[in-house]
């Protein structure tokens, strides 16, 4: 038997044995996991020094370092809030969706179960490790994580933690050893995209090649995003403070997140229209990709204003047409393009957009209401920034990932996307054969029940 295949069959019957844990000591041992890694923070911190200097010594991204970095700001604080969030949560599991009287004493229920096991896939960004243990271990899945190699020495040390702690505690909570594995190399990755017979489903959070990749190299369902291609269009009639305040935040707040705004549609009838681009420039540091006719607009208001000077023209670039709009910069640079309409900004994201989440700002109800139905993308926003897509943010404690994909789950996907669905039904010994269809004669009675009185 391969290692990937023992992995695969471990992680599968520690989810069998998980998903018939209590909430309560599924929710216990996460507390346990917050505030062992917690204690440890010096440790953790000082592993994750060792792959910053290494990610900078090999010439990585600085979009990736910001990534790696887990204690920048307050994102290690962030993470352990996000392990309690998710440990306090509803249990996701055993809730009754449909109740249905087939006939006397004869009781159909959908019940939410979990998926089952869990591989999920991702670079850099450390701190995934416990968001994806807790969401798995809440929602009752066992989950096998892979990290990538730049954040080895964080990985190894949390896992290190993580495993200790499921370990110690066992006997108390119930949870299985097994129930989180965390796996290095590659040649792991690619076994278990083979075990299609023990894992339910793979999430992949990286690049767009990452998850291209493992979608060509598995049979197992995958729940992911390949880019962040989003988009913020000011309307004709946007209020400007509001305009400046959102697409600063767009773009600014965390330019290497998949929720950035790489894509500033602007209709040339809104009044100052170029103070937006003036701000993002100057308040920002934003490198403006600009069409030409937007281009020539924006320099000649400025102009007009005696405000064009060297700082200006360092931040307007001409925009690349047969990239721009189509991929992630992850850094502070913005494509920017004038649209006559709401009806074109839409065709214009929904051509170009990775499905992520898109924004309009405008204080015309009808046109949000046109480009909050128009738009085919997992997160459609009115006058809000494109950063507030995250799972954290919408209450789902953290995520597993965000989906632009329109089957099973889809945008920021917290415990309801890890739980799918099973029919229980409840007889008294009643047989298919009695009733029409099978060759008898009882009629079904079909009568749905109260599900705010079903308790199982």
């Known amino acids: 038997m391969s290692s990937s295949e023992q992995i695969a069959k471990n992680a599968r019957r520690a989810g069998n044995v998980l998903k018939t844990i209590s909430d309560k000591n599924r929710s216990n041992v996460l507390y346990k996991i917050h505030d062992e890694l917690k204690k440890n923070a010096s440790t953790i911190e000082k592993a994750n020094q060792l792959d910053l200097e290494a990610a900078i010594t090999s010439g990585l991204s600085p ?26 949560l509803e249990d996701p599991v055993g809730k009754v969706k449909i109740a249905r009287q087939l006939d006397e004493d004869l009781i159909l229920y959908q019940v939410t179960a979990p998926v089952g096991v869990l591989l999920v896939i991702f670079e850099s960004r450390p701190e995934v490790i416990a968001n994806i243990t807790a969401l798995a271990i809440k929602s009752g899945n066992a989950g096998i994580l892979k990290g990538g190699k730049e954040s080895v020495n964080t990985f190894r040390e949390m896992a290190r933690i993580i495993n200790g702690t499921i370990s110690r505690y066992e006997a108390e ?15 792991d990755v690619s076994g278990l995209l083979l075990q299609d017979e023990y894992i339910d489903l793979v999430v992949p959070r990286g690049s767009n090649a990452l998850v291209r990749q493992i979608k060509a190299n598995t049979k197992i369902p995958v729940l992911g995003h390949a880019d962040g291609i989003c988009s913020v269009y000011l309307d004709d009639e946007a209020d400007l403070e509001k305009a400046k305040r959102i697409t600063l935040d767009a773009k600014t707040n965390y330019p290497a997140g998949c929720n950035a705004m790489e894509t500033l549609l602007i209709n040339p009838k809104l009044p100052n229209w170029w103070r937006v ?7 920002g540091d934003v490198v403006l990709h600009l069409t030409k006719d937007a281009k020539e607009a924006y320099i000649q208001k400025l102009k007009e204003e005696g405000t064009f000077d060297d700082f200006s023209s360092t931040k307007i670039v001409d925009v690349d047409e047969s990239k721009d709009f189509d991929g992630e910069f992850l850094s502070l640079d913005c494509a920017v393009k004038f649209v006559s309409s709401t009806k074109e900004a839409i065709e214009h994201i929904n051509l170009h957009s990775s499905k992520h989440t898109d924004a309009i700002v405008t204080e015309n109800e009808q046109h949000a209401e046109l480009f909050l139905k128009g738009i085919d993308s997992s997160g459609v926003y009115w006058n809000a920034s494109t950063r507030f897509a995250d799972g954290f943010r919408y209450g789902f404690g953290t995520e597993v990932g965000i989906s632009t994909s329109k089957i099973h789950a889809r945008g920021p996907v917290g415990l309801d996307g890890l739980v799918t669905y099973q029919y229980q039904l409840r007889g008294t010994g009643q047989v298919a054969s009695d009733y029409l269809g099978a060759g008898g004669k009882k009629a079904f009675v079909h009568k749905d029940l109260d599900i705010t009185k079903v308790t199982l």
Request: proline share 2%; hydrophobic share 40%; glycine share 8%.
């Open 63 to 88: 979009s990736l370092i910001k990534r790696l970095d887990l204690f920048k700001g307050d994102k290690f604080d962030t993470m352990l809030q996000g392990i309690k969030d998710v440990a306090d």
């Open 277 to 283: 681009l003036d701000h993002l420039s100057r308040k």
């Open 173 to 187: 909570t119930g949870v299985p050893v097994g129930s989180v594995q965390l796996i290095e190399t590659r040649e």
